[in-house]
């Protein structure tokens, strides 16, 4: 199957620093990619969704210019956490769809911890 | 808003048994839906799909059933095992280009041996 990851796996950072999560389509293109964010016992809501080359839809609710969202080529796509807070702490998911098929594949999520 | 729900947050079996784990959607114009296992500190897990044409898709030891009349969706487990432990999330795609999955709540799934 196809295969996404996702880099770091983990990452703590201080509250009021950025940091960026980065998600690649291994042996796939991903023309379409989405970032998801699941808190702790909590299923994953949709945060994005991004076009090659095109500027991020975001959920309602969602803060663009503090999520901000890179898809630049057809294989990776990048989550920048701006200004962290501690409750931007998450797990963050990547998914990646190639065309216009269904299936979205999954990446193993990034664990951001904000102190 | 419309989502997809989960029934029961929580379903314990003992090793052996058959699982059942239950899912309700909303939106009728959905045409795809998609099992989840999400095993603690990792990413979902594909386990089986089903279209909307559909009404019931196998797979190893496991089953999906859609009932369409009453947005009903369920994940049939066989011989459920200790490895099998884990959180389930049915999601759905409401047919619209581009649009992503929408997650429901998930069943916390423990077997016991």
């Known amino acids: 199957g196809a295969v996404v990851s996702q880099h770091p796996s983990w990452v703590i950072c201080k509250s009021g620093t950025s940091v960026k999560i980065e998600c690649r389509s291994l042996d796939f293109q991903a023309t379409t990619m989405f970032w998801y964010r699941q808190f702790p016992k909590q299923s994953l809501m949709l945060m994005a969704t991004?076009?090659?080359?095109?500027?991020?839809?975001?959920e309602q609710g969602v803060e663009k210019d503090k999520f901000l969202i890179n898809h630049a080529s057809l294989t990776l796509s990048t989550l920048t956490v701006t200004s962290a807070h501690p409750e931007d702490s998450s797990f963050y998911i990547c998914?990646?769809?190639?065309?216009?098929?269904?299936?979205?594949?999954f990446g193993p999520g990034t664990r951001l911890t904000v102190t | 808003g419309e989502s997809v729900g989960l029934h029961l947050p929580t379903l314990s079996v003992q090793e052996g048994d058959n699982s059942i784990i239950n899912c309700a959607y909303s939106n009728s114009a959905s045409d795809y839906f998609i099992w989840y296992k999400q095993e603690s500190g990792k990413g979902p897990q594909f386990i089986i799909d089903i279209r909307s044409n559909m009404d019931k898709r196998q797979g190893q030891r496991v089953t999906v059933l859609l009932n369409k009349t009453v947005k009903h969706l369920s994940l049939q487990i066989a011989a459920t095992q200790p490895g099998d432990s884990a959180v389930y999330f049915c999601?759905?795609?409401?047919?619209?280009?581009?649009?992503?999955?929408?997650f429901g709540k998930g069943t916390t799934l423990s077997v016991s041996s």
């Open positions: 999601a759905e795609n409401r047919n619209q280009a581009g649009t992503a999955l929408i």
């Open positions: 998914s990646g769809r190639a065309g216009a098929i269904d299936e979205q594949y």
């Open positions: 991004s076009n090659e080359g095109s500027k991020a839809t975001y």
